[in-house]
């Protein structure tokens, strides 16, 4: 099935510091979505993102619709132990009503 | 209120059987959907249901189907396992179909083939 490309796969830091991940697709998407999957448990929903160019925060979270419409961008402001899971975004088309997931990117953070 | 369940959490079957999953979803929704998550493949959406019909399709064999209750309740049902079904299997509600991207996933059931 089709996957959006989701980088960095993984990513290793250190409490206090900020972290940038981001997502591409070769499809137009009307709206992008950011999860968030801690260990045996569903995704949570982060962000959602409507327009492209939007710039939507979530507490230390802050995410970005591109203008293309053709990525986004997850950033997350002096991160804490909680932050640490798995990031997924997701593109939503309105044709085919269907969520598309990226493979993820992994946040541990390095005590 | 609360979330939406999915039960069992846990499940071991033999290569060969079927095996039936079902999803609670949230008070009031009624749209429920379905998705197979691999460390492989990722999450891949399998099936939407809204009113007791299925309203769109992944790309999955015959094997996989689901049904919805006229309470909203759904049931996944995977028929000849394969070693490669072994996945989590996670349950999304949200109000309508239409704005089904404001998902609500339950905490999956974990399937092994064996």
């Known amino acids: 099935g089709q996957q959006l490309n989701q980088s960095p796969q993984s990513m290793f830091i250190q409490e206090g510091e900020d972290v940038s991940m981001n997502c591409t697709s070769s499809?137009?998407?009307?709206?992008w979505l950011w999860y968030k999957q801690d260990p045996g448990e569903g995704p949570v929903l982060l962000i959602a993102?409507?327009?492209?160019?939007e710039l939507t925060s979530n507490g230390r979270l802050t995410a970005q619709f591109g203008i293309t419409r053709k990525d986004s961008f997850l950033n997350i402001s002096a991160s804490i132990p909680s932050d640490v899971g798995i990031y997924f975004c997701?593109?939503?088309?309105?044709?085919?009503?269907?969520?598309?997931f990226g493979t993820g990117t992994r946040l541990t953070i390095i005590p | 209120k609360a979330g939406v369940t999915q039960t069992p959490r846990y499940l071991i079957k033999t290569r060969g059987q079927q095996v039936t999953l079902s999803c609670s979803p949230i008070?009031?929704?009624?749209?429920v959907s379905w998705y197979q998550q691999t460390p492989g493949q990722g999450l891949q959406f399998l099936f939407e249901?809204?009113?007791?019909?299925?309203?769109n399709k992944g790309n999955f064999p015959g094997r996989f189907s689901g049904r919805q209750f006229s309470n909203s309740r759904s049931e996944m049902n995977v028929s000849t396992l394969e070693l490669g079904d072994s996945a989590l299997y996670l349950c999304?509600?949200?109000?309508?179909?239409?704005?089904?991207?404001?998902?609500?996933f339950g905490p999956g059931t974990r399937l092994t083939v064996t």
């Open positions: 999304a509600s949200s109000l309508f179909p239409t704005v089904s991207y404001e998902q609500y």
């Open positions: 499809s137009i998407f009307n709206t």
């Open positions: 993102l409507y327009k492209a160019g």
């Open positions: 997701s593109g939503f088309n309105f044709g085919n009503e269907k969520l598309t």
């Open positions: 008070s009031g929704h009624r749209s």
């Open positions: 249901y809204f009113s007791e019909t299925q309203r």
